[in-house]
């Protein structure tokens, strides 16, 4: 099968050549059609540029890919010209963001923002026709008296209703891919709740395959078959989204479990990860992980950990994860204590 | 609120400095102006805190959770009288502080302090680790031979190197800046702190070195605090007893176990269900989404505030304001059909 | 808009009319030389200057002068001219139109032509473009009105003949005058434009935009444009003074027959009914002008309604 979004090796830099800072470096992760795949990581661990720069929206200068290859249905992104990409983002491909305060245009009315989405990829249709569409697709997402509300405009909603206008505008054309870029941190829970069932809903509508962004273990949890870990502009460990929570192989990714509150730890069961994520100004050499990592080994700091496949379905950039009958396995001498 | 105290009694046996409230609130109420005229009354108020009491124990972590908009921080600022209090009570080592004035005010801000959110807006960025953690102490008065020896005590509790003392905040990260502010609070040794959000802006990995760092603090110093949080998960690792805020009221409120391991109120237990859970298989039962969003506090609903959202709603509901009222484990419950 | 915000506006306006009307009364007043005598002539007899003082009512009390003042020019009575003879008002609506046509028209190419540079520039910062705006932004804006209208005058009328260096009598004789007045604000305007277009570009619901697919020419223009104009017109209302000033300045240089002309001749000639008339039509402009801004954000900004 060919994969939806397929991301190969991408490299992205900010900065000129020469001095330039990596702020992705050498990402691999693919979604299947219909899949839902999420991405966690901490704030500055890349996962936001990876998905902007596949798709062609970060500013250039100063971004660039310098590596790898995206490929959306078999054709790839990275290399095609801009306008063809246009083409793409926002038919084939739709995004909602972090921001539901900020996202939307101010004095823009809300079914005009939607009705956009389908006008600027079918010259045909007329405003007309594209403001009745947004109107179904305000119900879609269960705005109540949508036709009213069309002719509102954005300050007039609260967040929640605001994130439920951005995924209107993102399915508006029925796309192939999803994207999600934390679509509920910025919201209470109870309204996170409801933004989640519109976007499972939204997806099994059209039957995208999605991309969801999180830095929240149980969101993903919660949504995702699969789940690729990212720190530092780096991939450390992808798979299965429940094998991976149960038994996490890379470091760092238990750690990750370990140092989350969850409604069933208690705070003796709350551990810490000693430092913070490095800037990109100051990478460590070697595995970015090792300032932090427990179980750092002296090749940890000189030698790059290869991204790889351990067993079927499970790839870890760790030294020390073996593959096993049942799996996989961290072996190290022994812990240190931090 | 008469009933609390006397169904108090019968509360499990706890150590006396425990049972011992450091800090009260009675019926604490603010309401903030809007439409401001020129002249005249303004025509609209915001309710941001309603008749909200609760108590702090000794020792103990009190925590404030609620949405968005609810009151939380207004409720903090009020009890750290960087707010005056429309009306209600704030009672302090034996004195109401509810309407002091600001001379009286000095003695109050020694022994409570606060922490807000954002620690970029709150530190200085002109002064380094030094100059933020002298100013205190300079305010109050501290004899200049003991400003040395404190700076370093309090660096070494938050966890930060000697060696930082002469750095400016933007050298730091999120997480040491969040330390650099507790520190600050620290440094008059206050009996209370109230921490606004401590650690929502922080990275999970560093959000638990802070929480595990409060929680030593507290133990190790006997401070206590009113922590103020959105996330549920956070506040039951770290809380003893927690109020729910919704639109300004209290909507249920108790010791932290009673409250997260037998909710009473709808809202409390639609909170709940909304934090999603790492592992899928346990959480099968079933979630209850609510519907809508938090209606606007200028023009709060008659009856129970939680009404438009709530899936029990009666009629009474919209007429009657429902009491909080206890039970012998001083669980209350602000709800007319509550579980 | 509800009609009570609109109320508080025009009693706003008023009240601020009426403080000028208070400012130039006691200013001329305040001013070295006496009106009567003016009027009356070098050789008029003491007599006669006590008659002119007594019908100008200049014998009564400050208090009740001023409510005569204030009562006759709110009846369009502004006095008469000492110098003409004529009615201030007359004088004052013979020349006003010359005044707004020029305004109106250098504002309009001011705006136009500052937006469409401050756009180019924006496209492409740190281009060539960028940097001519740049440089042609400094220059213009230290150039005082009547140094640009002079250079103009000695370029175009003296040296190269091409156009005429006053009067408003053919449409030519437009040109000078609107490019001295429109070039301070179309520096202000494109590097206002400019920089609101940039700090917009930034914005989340431009990246919301892209996500679409939109072209680049919808997203400058319908998420873009539209939001960077407000705070152009918020300088623009701003700078309202400053463009009257230049106004006043480029009509005396070009010896265009308007109220700025006419004011500086009053002064010259220390005609002050006539001044008091022009200072307080001024007022009024400014007053109304702002009061337009003021509306017009509603007009553009959804979020400001009142
Ligand atoms: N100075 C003020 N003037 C008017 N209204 C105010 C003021 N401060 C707070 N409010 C209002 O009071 C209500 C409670 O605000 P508060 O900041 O206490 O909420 P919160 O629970 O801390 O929310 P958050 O989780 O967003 O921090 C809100 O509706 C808010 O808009
Ligand atoms: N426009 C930019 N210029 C320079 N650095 C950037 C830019 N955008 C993002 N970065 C850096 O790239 C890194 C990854 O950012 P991002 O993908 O947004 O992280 P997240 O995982 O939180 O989404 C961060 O260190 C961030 O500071
Ligand atoms: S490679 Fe070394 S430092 Fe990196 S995660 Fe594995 S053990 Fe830890
Ligand atoms: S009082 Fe009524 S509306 Fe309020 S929480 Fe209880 S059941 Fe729901
Ligand atoms: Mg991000
Ligand atoms: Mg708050």
Redesign the interface.
């Known amino acids: 099968m060919v994969p939806t979004l397929s991301i190969k090796d991408l490299t992205v830099s900010f900065g000129k050549p020469g001095r330039e800072l990596l702020a992705v470096n050498g990402v691999t992760y693919d979604v299947q059609p219909g899949e839902t795949l999420g991405v966690v990581g901490e704030s500055g661990s890349g996962k936001s540029v990876t998905l902007l720069a596949a798709l062609g929206l970060l500013p250039s200068p100063p971004a660039r890919i310098s590596r790898g290859s995206v490929e959306f249905q078999g054709r790839d992104l990275a290399r095609m010209d801009a306008k063809k990409v246009r083409q793409i983002r926002g038919k084939d491909v739709g995004f909602i963001f972090q921001e539901p305060l900020t996202s939307l245009n101010p004095v823009m009315t809300i079914g005009d923002q939607i009705a956009e989405a389908i006008v600027v990829h079918d010259q045909n249709i007329g405003w007309q026709k594209a403001r009745a569409r947004a109107v179904e697709l305000m119900s879609l997402v269960g705005m109540p008296d949508p036709e009213r509300l069309a002719k509102q405009y954005p300050h007039e909603f609260s967040g929640g209703m605001r994130q439920r206008i951005v995924i209107a505008i993102a399915i508006a054309n029925n796309p192939k891919l999803l994207i999600a870029d934390e679509p509920t941190t910025a919201l209470d829970v109870t309204v996170q709740a409801q933004i989640l069932d519109v976007i499972r809903e939204a997806q099994e509508k059209t039957g995208a395959a999605t991309i969801l962004v999180s830095h929240d273990l149980g969101v993903i949890a919660q949504m995702a078959s699969k789940i690729v870990v990212m720190y530092a502009g780096r991939v450390m460990e992808a798979g299965d989204a429940e094998d991976v929570l149960e038994n996490p192989l890379h470091p760092y990714t238990a750690a990750l479990i370990e140092c989350a509150p969850t409604m069933e730890s208690e705070l003796k069961d709350i551990h810490p990860i000693p430092g913070q994520s490095p800037s990109l100004m100051e990478m460590p050499s070697g595995c970015p992980f090792h300032p932090r990592c427990r179980y750092r080994q002296d090749v940890c700091a000189s030698r790059v950990p290869a991204y790889r496949a351990i067993g079927s379905d499970r790839h870890v950039a760790c030294h020390f994860v073996e593959e096993t009958a049942e799996g996989g396995r961290l072996v190290v001498p022994a812990a240190i204590d931090a | 609120m008469n009933h609390i105290s006397s169904q108090e009694k019968g509360f499990r046996v706890v150590t006396d400095e425990e049972m011992r409230e450091v800090l009260r609130v009675e019926g604490l109420t603010k309401h903030f102006a809007i439409d401001k005229r020129l002249f005249g009354q303004p025509r609209k108020w915001v309710q941001a805190v309603d008749n909200v009491t609760f108590g702090v124990r000794g020792r103990g972590t009190l925590a404030i959770v609620g949405?968005?908009g609810s009151g939380k921080t207004t409720v903090g600022r009020t009890i750290a009288r960087l707010l005056k209090p429309s009306s209600g009570r704030i009672l302090f080592d034996g004195n109401d502080i509810a309407q002091i004035d600001e001379r009286s005010l000095r003695g109050v801000r020694k022994e409570i302090q606060m922490v807000f959110q954002n620690p970029n807006a709150s530190l200085n960025p002109r002064m380094t680790v030094r100059q933020l953690l002298c100013e205190p102490l300079i305010v109050h008065q501290w004899p200049k031979e003991e400003h040395r020896p404190r700076i370093e005590e309090l660096l070494e509790t938050v966890g930060l190197p000697h060696s930082y003392v002469d750095r400016y905040p933007h050298e730091f990260?999120g997480?040491?800046r969040q330390r650099i502010a507790i520190a600050r609070a620290l440094a008059i040794r206050p009996k209370v702190i109230i921490f606004d959000e401590p650690v929502s802006a922080l990275?999970?990995?560093?959000?638990?070195?802070i929480?595990?760092l409060l929680?030593r603090i507290q133990a190790d110093t006997g401070l206590a605090s009113i922590f103020i949080s959105?996330?549920?998960?956070?506040v039951?690792?770290?809380s003893d007893d927690v109020v729910v805020l919704y639109l300004g009221k209290v909507m249920e409120a108790g010791p932290s176990r009673e409250l997260?391991g037998s909710p009473r109120h709808p809202y409390t237990q639609?909170?709940?269900?909304?934090?999603?859970?790492?592992?899928?298989r346990?959480?099968q039962d079933a979630?209850i989404?609510?519907?809508g969003?938090?209606p606007s506090p200028a023009n709060p609903p008659s009856g129970c505030r939680f009404r438009t959202r709530c899936w029990k709603a009666q009629d009474i509901c919209a007429t009657k304001a429902p009491e909080l009222e206890g039970d012998a484990k001083r669980h209350f419950v602000a709800c007319h059909f509550p579980n | 808009m509800s009609g009570s915000y609109l109320v508080q506006r025009l009693t706003g306006a008023l009240i601020t009319l009426l403080g000028v009307s208070i400012f130039v009364f006691l200013m001329v007043k305040a001013l070295p030389g006496d009106p009567a005598r003016v009027i009356a002539g070098v050789d008029a007899t003491v007599e006669e200057v006590a008659r002119i003082r007594e019908e100008l009512k200049l014998d009564q009390g400050l208090f009740q002068q001023f409510t005569t003042f204030l009562g006759d020019a709110l009846t369009g009575n502004l006095g008469t001219s000492a110098k003409s003879g004529n009615p201030v008002a007359a004088e004052i609506a013979a020349r006003l139109p010359a005044t707004v046509q020029l305004a109106v028209l250098a504002i309009g190419v001011a705006t136009f032509i500052g937006v469409l540079f401050g756009l180019f520039a924006a496209l492409r910062p740190n281009s060539l473009v960028d940097y001519s705006l740049s440089a042609f932004t400094i220059g213009a804006s230290s150039m005082p009105a009547f140094w640009l209208g002079l250079l103009l005058i000695i370029v175009f009328a003296v040296q190269f003949q091409v156009l005429p260096a006053s009067g408003k009598d053919t449409w030519t004789s437009w040109i000078l005058p609107t490019a001295t007045l429109a070039a301070f604000s179309v520096a202000l305007i494109a590097r206002v434009t400019r920089a609101a277009m940039l700090e917009i570009l930034r914005q989340d619901y431009i990246r919301t935009a892209r996500a679409k697919g939109a072209s680049e020419r919808r997203v400058f223009i319908r998420h873009g444009l539209r939001n960077a104009l407000l705070p152009v017109i918020t300088v623009i209302g701003l700078q309202l003074g400053q463009l009257i000033g230049g106004a006043v300045l480029t009509e005396v240089v070009f010896s265009w027959p308007g109220i700025g002309r006419l004011l500086v001749e009053a002064i010259f000639a220390r005609d002050f009914p006539v001044i008091q008339g022009v200072i307080l039509v001024y007022a009024m402009m400014i007053v109304l002008l702002n009061l337009l801004v003021d509306l017009s954000y509603t007009l553009l900004d959804p979020r400001i309604s009142y």
């Open positions: 949405e968005s990260s997480g040491q990275d999970v990995s560093v959000q638990a070195q929480i595990q929680d959105h996330d549920l998960s956070v039951r690792a770290i997260f639609a909170l709940i269900s909304a934090v999603p859970k790492m592992h899928k346990k959480s979630r989404v609510l519907k969003d938090l």
